[in-house]
């Protein structure tokens, strides 16, 4: 895992919702911005891939946001955000395995057969017969 956190910038903002005194006082919402384009920390391939993969989360300037406000301390929200922001750019630079098609083999056709035959013993029998 690739610690950007120095590209990072933090805005803060009041937290919605019910939260008694201090809802309308302290601003402890945090949003994380990360400017995918001009990031040192990763090379070409890995700024596609994580555009690519977090299209939905970039905004038109090309910076990556997250917005916090799980805690009721600014500083608890900024150091969740910068775990959940570090945690989803990992996830994105993740290229899955391409699956490699294969057939089944004799015993699993012999297996699927011998159980499509019981159920159909079990059905026959039930049968009402004169």
């Known amino acids: ?13 009041r937290s919605s919702g019910a939260g008694g005194q201090n809802v309308n006082k302290v601003e402890t919402s945090v949003t994380v911005l990360w400017n995918v384009n001009e990031s040192e920390f990763f090379n070409k ?9 977090l299209k939905n989360r970039i905004n038109i300037e090309g910076f990556l946001f997250l917005t916090v406000s799980e805690s009721r301390t600014q500083l608890a929200n900024k150091n969740n955000a910068i775990e959940k922001i570090l945690e989803i750019v990992d996830k994105a ?5 391409k699956r ?22 079990k059905k026959e029998n039930r049968k009402f017969r004169y």
């Open 45 to 53: 391939e890995q700024k596609l891939l994580i555009q690519n993969k």
């Open 100 to 121: 490699v098609a294969t057939k089944p083999s004799k015993a699993q056709k012999q297996k699927r057969l011998d159980t499509k035959k019981k159920i159909s013993e």
């Open 1 to 13: 895992m690739k610690d950007f956190t120095k590209e990072l910038s933090f805005k803060t903002s």
């Open 93 to 97: 630079l993740i290229i899955p395995k």
